[in-house]
């Protein structure tokens, strides 16, 4: 599992980043919140734990730009506002669990390790299905499917679109997407992804679903506004 903890407290972050570790976590870390949101597009965490009062730009505020960009990992807050409007506020802004300060390490890593167990359930959910803008993928064949009708797309197009689907909603790496859609292809340009991707953002313009270009970043597939 991939986490990345965003935590101003040196202490802190050095003491939890060792814990995470020691569990076998991959821990990429963050310490600014005006750095905060670009580092979480670097590394496409799997589950992220995020304090609350960061320098630079409030917890909260790094939170629902993430959100805003389509960035749908797991966040656990982590914080010492402890009341309950603090809580109603940080599950409203798009968090998914909640620990106030002080805390018992044993119940964070159980929190932490849940959300990724959820976030990686419906990856594979996501996988088997498809299910996102009335696109499924069949099982068996592979083929894509919009309300019952088969997308006509060539191998590679149908290759992206499952690897997308898997996930809606989430910024998908461009590396990761081509090693799917080029599978052992050493000759080929990592550019190539974008001539597939250009080609399949017309094939499903009419599903209602829309397939963003991360600058820099990857992919990621979500409903038209």
Not at 166 to 175: I, V
């Amino acid at each position: 599992m991939k986490l990345l903890l965003i935590e101003d407290d040196p202490a802190m972050l050095l003491s939890l980043t060792r814990s995470f570790e020691r569990r076998g976590l991959q821990v990429a870390t963050c310490s600014d919140g005006a750095l905060a949101l670009g580092r979480w597009q670097a590394c496409l965490p799997d589950v992220v734990v995020l304090d609350l009062s960061l320098p630079g730009l409030d917890g909260l505020e790094v939170l629902a730009q993430a959100r805003k960009a389509g960035l749908a990992a797991p966040v656990l807050i982590l914080t010492a506002r402890g009341t309950v409007g603090d809580r109603i506020l940080g599950l409203n802004v798009g968090a998914d669990d909640y620990l106030p300060k002080p805390f018992d390490l044993d119940e964070l890593m159980a929190r932490v390790q849940a959300l990724g167990r959820r976030a990686g359930a419906a990856v594979k959910t996501g996988a088997s299905n498809g299910a996102f803008c009335g696109m499924r993928v069949d099982a068996d064949s592979g083929a894509v499917y919009h309300d019952a009708v088969l997308l006509e797309l060539t191998p590679r197009e149908g290759a992206l679109l499952r690897a997308l689907l898997a996930r809606p909603g989430t910024a998908m790496a461009k590396e990761r997407l081509f090693d799917l859609v080029f599978p052992g292809a050493a000759e080929v340009q990592l550019e190539a992804i974008e001539v597939v991707a250009y080609r399949l953002r017309k094939r499903i313009a009419h599903t209602g679903a829309q397939l963003v270009t991360l600058r820099g970043l990857g992919y990621l597939l979500k409903a038209q506004a």
